[in-house]
C-alpha cells in the first residue's frame, strides 16, 4: 500500500490482539537458554527457530515436511557492494548498471489515444488507451521463454487528482464533479497488458500490439467462485449476480502456473459511500459514510452518464430490493482478479474464493505433481492477518500449458479452502480454517455467524477475528522461495500497535521501521514454523530498535513489495515512514540471499549483526518516491522496477539524470528498466 493510498485506520476491533504475556513467554523460554533478556531478544533477532530452515533444500531436519527437492543450487554471491543513500530527484544503483525510463503514466498502447501531454490536458478516452497513474505490482510473461520479448502486465494503483488534470480537480457550483474528469480517473486506476519488446539493446513498447490492453474501474468483469450467483453480489447492473465493472486500488500482484496474471484489490472501499447504517462486512473494510474519496458518485444523474456509470459508487440502499439499486456493488470488490494477458478476447475474473479484503499480494508456493497449490495474501491494513488459499486439484503439470488458462484457473481457483493465520509464541503456528464448519474463539461455528461460505467470503475479516487470527504489523507482499519453499512476509510497520499488544511474530510497538517474517509449512498445509528474518531499523536505534544490526549501508524502514528471483536472491523495496531513515534516504531496493546466511550448523539464520553486510543496498529512487513491483526477465538480465508518485521526476528517459534545480515537471510514474552494462545477470557473480 503506498502511504498516499491509504488511511492507516484501525479497523480491527476484535479483540485478538495479544498481550504481553504472549511475548513474556516466548522471551523466559529464550532467556533461560542464554541466561538475560537482552540475550533473549538478541536469540529473537539473530536465531529465531533457524533450525527449521535449513540451507540445504534436499535435506529433512525433522522439524517440518521437507517439501519439494530441487536439486542442491550452485553457490552464489552478490556481485555489487552496497551504495550510499541519496535525497535526490534521480535515481542511483549499484555500479556496473544502466538504468532507463520504461512506458511512464500516459504512455498510449495503442493509436486510440493521442500522445501524453505535459499539461495534463489528455482526454478520458485518451487515459483509457494509456497507461495509468502510480504503477504498482507486475509480472513479466515471455514469448515463448524469450528474455528478450514478452508481455508485461502491470498494476495502477491510485491518482494524484493534481497531475492527472490540468488545475487539479473541479467541482460545479453544486459541489459535483464533472463527468469527464470522473471517467479519466476511473481510467487511470486498474491494470494493463503490454507487449514488450528488446531492440538495439533496449526495450520498447511494441506500439499497437493486438494484446496491449487495459482494465479499468469500468471494466466489464466475470464473478466466479463461492459468489457467483450469490445474493451478496446482485445488483441492478447483474441481476444474475455473475458481472460487475471494475476493478480497483491494485496494489502488489500474484501469477499462476499455467501463465495468468493475478492482481490485487487493495485500498477501494474509499471510493464508494453510503450514506445510511453501514452492515457488518462495510464497517469492518472501511466503506465511507459522507462522500467518496474522489467524489465519483456527484456526477450520477450527469446527461452523459451511461448505465449508472456514476450511480453505481452510492452504495445507500434506495429500492425494493438488492437489484433496483447498488447496495452490493461494493461486495463485488476487494477480490483477486484473474487476467489471460495472453488472449486479448478474455474478460477478466475475480476469484472470490480466495477471500474478500484489502489485498496487498498473491505469491504462489512451489507447484509439485500430485500436491493441491497454495497463494499466500497479506492484508494490508494495521493488526490484520495473513491468509492462504490451497485449492483442491493437486497440480497436473500439464496444465502448465493449457488451451484455456481461464478454464485451468477455475480449475485451481475456484474451489479449495481459504485459511488465516495464527503465530503463536513458541515459534509454530496454526492455519485456520474458514469454513462454515469452523470453531470459533466463543465457541460457535463461522456457519451460525455468516450462513454459508459465501457469507464467510464476503466478511473474510470479520470470520479471521472470529477464529482467534494473529493481527499482523499491516501484512503486505509474500514471496516464496524457489530453492526450498521458504515463505516471507513484509510486515511494513504498525504505528498504533501500543506496547502491551506486542507479541512474538509483533514484537515492538509502535513499530515504525517494519519487519519481515518467514515461515515454512507442514506438508499438510495446517501448521507451520516461522522466525523473523530481518528487522527494519536506522543505523544508529538501539539494541531493542536495531535488532538485525544494520548499518548506514543497509539501515531501512517499511519493507514492502518483494519477490524472489529464479536464483533464489531475495530483492525487497522500500516505503519509507520512519523520520531518521528518510532524512538519510529515499525509498529504495535491498537484496539478500537468504540461503547464504548459515550458522555453524549449516542451518539458515536471520541477518543479524555478524552477518548483515550481506543485505546490500541495490538501488535508490528519486525524492518523495516509493519503490513498486518488480520482475525479471528468464535470463535474469533485465530487472524492471517501478518508481510510484516521484515528486519532481522523471526529467529525462534516462533514469539516472536528476531533475535541475527550479525545474518543474509533472511527475510520471513510470517502470524503470535496470541492465548490467556488461550484459551479465542482475546482482550476482
Excluded at 556 to 572: E, I, K, N, T, Y
Amino acid at each position: 500500500m503506498s502511504r498516499d493510498s491509504g488511511d492507516n485506520l484501525d479497523r480491527n476491533h476484535s479483540g485478538n490482539a495479544p498481550m504481553t504475556s504472549v511475548m513474556d513467554l516466548y522471551l523466559s523460554r529464550r532467556s533461560v537458554m542464554r541466561g538475560s533478556l537482552g540475550a533473549a531478544i538478541a536469540m529473537i533477532a539473530g536465531g529465531g527457530l533457524a533450525g527449521c530452515f535449513d540451507s540445504n533444500p534436499g535435506k529433512d531436519d525433522g522439524a517440518t515436511s521437507p517439501g519439494p527437492q530441487p536439486t542442491k543450487p550452485t553457490q552464489l554471491s552478490l556481485g555489487f557492494q552496497s551504495i550510499p543513500g541519496s535525497r535526490t530527484d534521480a535515481c542511483t544503483l549499484a555500479s556496473g548498471y544502466s538504468a532507463y525510463v520504461l512506458a511512464p503514466w500516459g504512455t498510449p498502447l495503442n493509436s486510440a489515444g493521442n500522445a501524453w501531454k505535459a499539461d495534463g490536458s489528455n482526454s478520458a478516452a485518451d487515459q483509457a488507451n494509456a497507461m495509468g497513474m502510480h504503477h504498482d505490482g507486475m509480472h513479466f510473461f515471455p514469448i515463448e521463454g524469450s528474455s528478450e520479448e514478452g508481455l508485461l502486465a502491470i498494476n495502477f494503483e491510485y491518482i494524484d487528482q493534481q497531475a492527472l488534470h490540468p488545475a487539479g480537480p473541479t467541482l460545479d457550483a453544486s459541489g459535483k464533479r464533472p463527468a469527464e474528469e470522473v471517467r479519466k480517473e476511473i481510467n487511470a486506476h486498474g491494470a494493463g497488458v503490454v507487449r514488450l519488446k528488446k531492440l538495439d539493446g533496449r526495450w520498447q513498447v511494441v506500439d499497437n500490439d493486438p494484446l496491449n490492453r487495459r482494465f479499468t474501474t469500468a471494466s466489464q468483469m466475470d464473478i466466479s467462485g463461492p459468489l457467483r450467483g450469490s445474493d451478496h453480489v446482485k445488483t441492478r447492473f447483474s441481476p444474475d449476480g455473475t458481472r460487475c465493472r471494475g476493478t480497483n486500488n491494485n496494489c502488489g500482484n500474484g501469477y499462476t502456473p499455467w501463465g495468468t496474471y493475478l492482481t490485487c484489490e487493495e485500498n477501494w472501499p474509499g471510493i464508494f459511500v453510503n450514506k445510511g447504517t453501514l452492515p457488518a462486512d462495510q464497517s469492518r473494510i472501511g466503506v465511507v459514510t459522507s462522500s467518496g474519496l474522489y467524489k465519483w458518485e456527484s456526477a450520477a444523474g450527469d446527461s452523459s452518464e451511461v448505465d449508472d456509470e456514476f450511480t453505481r459508487f452510492d452504495v445507500t440502499p434506495r429500492g425494493e430490493s438488492a437489484t433496483d439499486d447498488y447496495r452490493n456493488e461494493a461486495s463485488t470488490f476487494g477480490y483477486i482478479v484473474e487476467i489471460d494477458p495472453f488472449d486479448a478476447s478474455t474478460r477478466a475474473t475475480k476469484r472470490t474464493a480466495l477471500g474478500r479484503l484489502r489485498h496487498e499480494g498473491c505469491c504462489p508456493g512451489l507447484a509439485v505433481a500430485g500436491k493441491p497449490l497454495v497463494w499466500y495474501m497479506g492484508d494490508d491494513s494495521n493488526n490484520e492477518y495473513l491468509y492462504k488459499f490451497v485449492s483442491d486439484a493437486v497440480w497436473d503439470a500439464a496444465d502448465a500449458t493449457p488451451r484455456d488458462r481461464l478454464a485451468t484457473g477455475a480449475k485451481y481457483l475456484d474451489h479449495g479452502k481459504l485459511y488465516v493465520a495464527r503465530f503463536d509464541a513458541d515459534g509454530t503456528g496454526v492455519w485456520l480454517l474458514l469454513d462454515v464448519a469452523s470453531k470459533t474463539a466463543a465457541g460457535g461455528t463461522l456457519g451460525a455467524l455468516y450462513g454459508d461460505l459465501p457469507g464467510i467470503i464476503v466478511n473474510t475479516r470479520g470470520a479471521a477475528d472470529a477464529v482467534g487470527a494473529t493481527p499482523m504489523d499491516r501484512p503486505e507482499w509474500t514471496a516464496v522461495n524457489p530453492l526450498n519453499g521458504d515463505a516471507y512476509l513484509t510486515l511494513t510497520n504498525n504505528s498504533v500497535r501500543s506496547a502491551d499488544k506486542t507479541d512474538a511474530a509483533n514484537p515492538r510497538g509502535p513499530n515504525l521501521h517494519g519487519h519481515i517474517i518467514r515461515w515454512h509449512d507442514s506438508d499438510d498445509q495446517l501448521s507451520f514454523a516461522w522466525d523473523i528474518f530481518v528487522y527494519g531499523a536506522n543505523a544508529g536505534g538501539g539494541a531493542e530498535i536495531n535488532r538485525s544490526g544494520l548499518s548506514e549501508l543497509n539501515q531501512f524502514a517499511s519493507p514492502d513489495g518483494m519477490s524472489f528471483d529464479s536464483r533464489g536472491v531475495l530483492w525487497f523495496e522500500t516505503d519509507n515512514s520512519e523520520k531518521s531513515v528518510a532524512d538519510y534516504t529515499n525509498d529504495q531496493l535491498l537484496a539478500v540471499i537468504p540461503t547464504q546466511l548459515v550458522g555453524a550448523d549449516g542451518k539458515q539464520v536471520p541477518v543479524d549483526a555478524q552477518n548483515q553486510a550481506d543485505l546490500r543496498r541495490f538501488f535508490v529512487g528519486p525524492n518523495g518516491c516509493e519503490m513498486t513491483g518488480i520482475t525479471f526477465t528468464p535470463d535474469n538480465k533485465t530487472l524492471f522496477i517501478n518508481v510510484q508518485h516521484p515528486a519532481n521526476w522523471p526529467y529525462t528517459d534516462k533514469a539516472t539524470d536528476a531533475t535541475p534545480a527550479g525545474t518543474r515537471v509533472r511527475p510520471r510514474a513510470a517502470t524503470v528498466v535496470i541492465q548490467r552494462i556488461d550484459g551479465g545477470e542482475i546482482g550476482t557473480i
